[in-house]
């Protein structure tokens, strides 16, 4: 049921070092379960001579960049030539793949970025995954918590597929692009090669190789990007 939510659907599993994680995972969601357990037994195993450990519970590869301005805390992995910059705030439980970039005042929490994923400018990015070369503009807002603190649903063509999760906020599939100041409401679940327009809210899932622009208005792509019907 819904195979367009299953994790294989959405992201590459070897482009993570937490690809044992996934592959357990049905849904991507269910990784959030016991993630700060995962980071601690997944660091123990990470060689030393590739990554420092920092503190109890923090492993930072050796050609990973923090700036001294950046807030990390554990638990947490950052791997090969990522970058992370002035005044980044890494609150824990989370994993940054390779190549990576996380941002001037971005806030990270709970999440699993996969390699090659920008989040460069201002975005709070909370109970979230973003797959392989997932780009979020500045401003970019998963927003994970519901008004009603209610458990988190994602709507797929007007049903609502139960999470069992208070917190998640958003899965954003490999090679999408989420345009600056969007906002992807709890549950929102973003297809493979799909690009959301600057100014969007967003909630429920948009289909792979599509363009969001606004509620309800979803144009479809060619597989190599070139718009047909927008």
Known sequence: ????????????????????????????????????????????TLPSDKFDKIGEDIWIAKTATVAPSAYIHGPLIICDDTEVRHCAFIRGTSI????????????????????????????????????????????TITSNLKSDRSLVTVSVDGDKFATYRKKFGAIIGDNTEVGC????????????????????????????????KNAGEVCEKFPENHIINC
């Open 181 to 212: 100041n969007s906002v992807l409401n709890p549950g929102t679940v973003l297809g493979r090669n799909t690009v959301v327009y600057p100014l969007s809210m967003v909630r429920g899932y948009v289909p792979e190789n599509t363009i969001y």
């Open 96 to 139: 940054v793949g390779e190549r990576c970039v996380v941002g001037n005042s971005t806030e990270l929490k709970g999440s699993i970025l996969f390699n090659n994923v920008q989040v460069p400018h201002y975005n709070y990015i909370g109970d979230s995954i973003l797959g392989y070369k997932a780009h979020t503009g500045a401003g």
């Open 1 to 44: 049921m819904y195979e367009q939510l299953k994790s294989g659907n959405l992201l590459d599993f070897s482009q993570t070092v937490a690809k044992s994680l996934f592959e357990r995972a049905v849904y991507p969601w269910e990784a959030f379960e016991n993630l700060s357990q995962y980071i601690m037994e997944l660091g123990a």
